[in-house]
């Protein structure tokens, strides 16, 4: 089976598209969102539709799905953030707000070897930042692989014999092989935001037959994406952001 893993969409159509292009491209079986459907992109009507279209096996929501749909307060957010999320609330059409209120909390166990969550399994709104997180991760997660969003890195974490590990995956062609008897908790970066200086969408394929993790990154049309956002008056930092990679 192969697996197009997704998250951190945020509102970015132009990047989307690539990805989805490309998934076209690799027979996909399932697709699995990882949540931040929405919030600080101009386009969260397209990518809801977009993602629903694809019927994903699985798709939890993540912290800006959360507060768009009023299920949580935006106090925890800066005011650029939070100026995102009246401004989605806003444009969002009803049909497509509905759904990001119905996604799942996670973690999600969606079969026996993988889990999901947006931010850690403890709580989906921590963000795994480094090896202790990752210690901690790894106490709450009962199957070999765990896919995580939130941060916008795209990052590999083993356990193995009681130590985690991380390794930040700079760049692209990078590919883990999976081995036995290790845990893996894998974050795949952010399709809509990347924040490692690297301006290109991420996303990964998990190809369970063959046991490896293959990541991309992938060039988009950003000013395409930073005219929307200007277009729709939204704080032009979040345009800004994208072309540094931030
Ligand atoms: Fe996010």
Redesign the pocket.
């Known amino acids: 089976m192969r697996y197009f893993i997704f998250?951190?969409i945020?509102g970015n159509l132009e990047a989307l598209d690539v990805a989805l292009e490309f998934a076209q491209k690799k027979k996909i079986d399932h697709y699995v969102c990882l949540g931040?459907l929405v919030?600080y992109g101009a386009s969260p009507n397209e990518i809801v539709e977009k993602t629903r279209a694809l019927k994903p096996l699985s798709i939890i929501r993540?912290?800006?799905d959360k507060a768009v749909s009023e299920l949580d307060s935006i106090q925890t957010f800066n005011p650029i953030a939070a100026a995102a999320i009246h401004w989605t609330r806003a444009n969002i059409q009803k049909k497509n707000m509905d759904y990001v209120a119905s996604l799942k909390k996670g973690p999600v166990t969606i079969n026996d070897h993988i889990m999901l969550c947006h931010g850690a399994p403890f709580d989906e709104d921590h963000y795994i930042f480094g090896e202790f997180d990752a210690a901690e991760a790894f106490a709450h997660i009962n199957t070999p692989l765990c896919f995580f969003?939130?941060t916008?890195f795209p990052f590999a974490y083993t356990n193995k014999n009681h130590h985690a590990n991380g390794t930040f995956l700079s760049g692209d062609k990078n590919e883990i092989k999976l081995e036995d008897g290790v845990k893996y908790l894998i974050n795949p970066g952010?399709v809509g935001?990347p924040r490692d200086r690297d301006t290109r969408a991420a996303f990964c394929i998990y190809d369970s037959k063959a046991k490896e993790i293959k990541f991309y990154r992938l060039e988009y049309n950003i000013k395409e994406t930073q005219r929307k956002i200007l277009e729709a008056k939204l704080p032009s930092a979040l345009a800004e952001r994208l072309a540094l990679g931030i």
């Open positions: 998250t951190d945020h931040d919030g993540g912290n800006h969003g939130h916008h952010s935001q």
